[in-house]
Every structure is written in structure tokens, then in C-alpha cells.
């Protein structure tokens, strides 16, 4: 694999194309591929950044979405809908697309620490990229999450 080509935009700079592709992984992996049935639009998508990763035919293979302080959480920057298409887990990417999220949050939100809500199963993942945990494990959506907080200092 040559590496994704990444793109970031504010939801309104989004084509359709686009905003379609988002779903589309979405679903295929929260919604199906996890059983998770849940209301993935929850209007904060229009108040944030997308960032995107595309291979070289144009699909989408990694996303998130950045969102400012006061959206997720009232004192916190926060990178959400963290995701990589089943086929390029395990190639690194998923690191890249973080990596990203992070210089760019800390870029746009300088003032800010990043909180997440991490699935458990990558705790340590996340833990690899600077994020630690904060209070008790819950469900969300009936799956084990974490809150984690990166300090801008370590980013």
C-alpha cells in the first residue's frame, strides 16, 4: 500500500459525494459490522471538521471528525467517528489518520486538551498516542467506552 491521500473539510465544504462516502463507512462499520443499530447523524457533523483518507481509486478508507470545544464537551476539543475500512486495518493507517486528527485539533483548538471516547478494545492503541484515561469504563450504544484526554502539551 502507497498510503492514503488525506483531505479536511468544514461540513459545508463537503460535496454530496462525500458526505454519502461518510455514511456509508459509518454504517458499514459502527452499524454493521459492529451490530450496533444506533443513531449515527446526531446534527453534530455539521459543526465540524472531516478529515478524510482516500486510496488511489477514491474510496474512503479512514475518517474522523474534529469538533471544538463546547460541542461534545463543554471545556474539550474532541475527535469522534474514528474510523478505517476493514481493509487497511493493519496497515498503519489507522496511527496516520490519529496522528493527523491530533496535530490538527491541537492546530485549530491550541488552547484545548482533546477528550475521546474510546472503545475499550483500543485502549491501548490510544494510550500509544499520548491519551489517558479519565473515570470509570460505560456503555455506550452497549459497547465497553472510555473517556480519554490528551493534553495539548503532549500532543
Do not use: W
Not at 446526531?42 to 486510496?55: I, Q, S, T
Request: charged share 25%; hydrophobic share 35%; aromatic share 12%.
Amino acid at each position: 500500500m502507497n498510503g492514503l491521500t488525506y483531505s479536511f473539510k468544514y461540513f459545508r465544504e463537503l460535496s454530496a459525494t462525500e458526505v454519502y462516502q461518510i455514511l456509508q463507512l459509518r454504517i458499514e462499520v459502527f452499524v454493521v459490522e459492529q451490530n450496533c443499530p444506533y443513531q449515527d447523524c446526531d446534527d453534530k457533523d455539521f459543526e465540524a471538521n472531516h478529515l478524510m483518507g482516500y486510496d488511489g481509486n477514491g474510496m474512503l478508507k479512514t475518517y474522523c471528525r474534529i469538533l471544538a470545544p463546547g460541542v461534545s464537551y463543554p471545556e474539550y476539543a474532541s475527535i469522534g467517528r474514528v474510523i478505517t475500512a476493514q481493509s487497511v486495518r493493519g496497515t498503519g493507517e489507522g496511527r496516520v489518520l490519529m496522528e493527523r486528527a491530533i496535530q490538527l485539533t491541537l492546530t485549530l483548538y491550541p488552547d484545548h486538551d482533546i477528550k475521546i471516547s474510546a472503545q475499550s478494545y483500543a485502549l491501548p492503541f490510544y494510550r500509544s498516542l499520548g491519551f489517558t484515561e479519565y473515570g470509570d469504563e460505560y456503555l455506550e450504544d452497549d459497547i465497553p467506552h472510555m473517556a480519554m484526554i490528551l493534553n495539548r502539551a503532549k500532543g
